[in-house]
């Protein structure tokens, strides 16, 4: 069974910025594909930003060039360095781990932009 734990968020003035992290348990971390979610009051959940197990990454046009995704190995954690924050970025952000059938989720950590 696979846990996913997320931190980092919190509220950040429009401009500023954050760093989420999200640590595995398990084994199976270095395989997987892991993505960032995000859900605001009201809408769908959307795909933020993507990294498979060769690193190679894909983020939604509303944060591209803003964010950036990262993973370490070593530690089975998962970042998503969040930089220019706009208050339409305000959601519960999830992490997500993706490996065959597996489909597992964070608990989701909150981020709000607002002044």
């Known amino acids: 069974q696979v846990q996913l734990v997320e931190s980092g968020g919190g509220l950040v003035q429009p401009g500023g910025s954050l760093r989420l992290s999200c640590a595995a348990s398990?084994?199976?971390?270095?395989?997987?594909?892991m993505n960032w979610y995000r859900q605001a009051p009201g809408e769908q959940r959307e795909l933020v930003a993507t990294?498979?197990?060769?690193?190679?990454?894909n983020y939604a046009n509303s944060v591209k060039g803003r964010f950036t995704i990262s993973r370490d190995n070593a530690k089975n954690t998962v970042y998503l360095q969040m930089n220019r924050l706009k208050p339409e970025d305000t959601a519960v952000y999830y992490c997500?781990?993706?490996?065959?059938?597996?489909?597992?989720w964070g608990q989701g950590t909150q981020v709000t932009v607002s002044s």
């Open positions: 997500n781990l993706a490996y065959g059938l597996g489909n597992y």
């Open positions: 990294i498979d197990s060769t690193s190679i990454t």
């Open positions: 398990g084994m199976i971390f270095r395989f997987a594909t």
